[in-house]
C-alpha cells in the first residue's frame, strides 16, 4: 500500500512563491505518474499539473501554466510543486496523488492514491 504525505504549504502574499513536496513511501515513486490537484471551500478538486513517472512529460491546468513548475525527484521518492507569482485565486487545499500507468491522466478518478492535503493561502 502506498502513503501520499504532502508538506510545504503556508500563507503568502500575492506574487510570492512557495515548494509544496509530496513524500511516497510503500512503493518506490517511479512506479507512479504524479499529480498535483486543488480544492477551494465550496469548490470541485481540479486538476493542477502532472507528470510522468521518468519526469518527461509535464502538462498543466491553464490557469497555473507558465508560474507553477512540477518535478520530482525519483531517487528521494519526492514530488514537488514550485508555484511563483501567487494570486489570491490559487487559495485551496493542495493535494498529491498517484496512478499506476503509462498514461496521462488530469481525472481525479484516474488517481487511486491521494494525500490529506496541504492548505495554500495567498493574501492580497
Known amino acids: 500500500q502506498v502513503q501520499v504525505v504532502e508538506s510545504g504549504g503556508g500563507l503568502v502574499q500575492a506574487g510570492g512563491s512557495l515548494r509544496l513536496s509530496c513524500a511516497v513511501s510503500?512503493?518506490?515513486?517511479?512506479?507512479?505518474?504524479m499529480g498535483w490537484f486543488r480544492q477551494a471551500p465550496g469548490k470541485e478538486r481540479d486538476f493542477v499539473a502532472q507528470i510522468t513517472w521518468r519526469g518527461i512529460t509535464t502538462f498543466y491546468a491553464d490557469s497555473v501554466k507558465g508560474r507553477f513548475t512540477i518535478s520530482r525527484d525519483n531517487a528521494k521518492n519526492t514530488l514537488y510543486l514550485q508555484m511563483n507569482s501567487l494570486k489570491p485565486e490559487d487559495t485551496a487545499l493542495y493535494y498529491c496523488a498517484a496512478r499506476v500507468s503509462g498514461t496521462s491522466s488530469t481525472s481525479t478518478l484516474d488517481y487511486p492514491y491521494w494525500g490529506q492535503g496541504t492548505q495554500v493561502t495567498v493574501s492580497s
Open positions: 510503500g512503493r518506490p515513486i517511479s512506479d507512479y505518474n
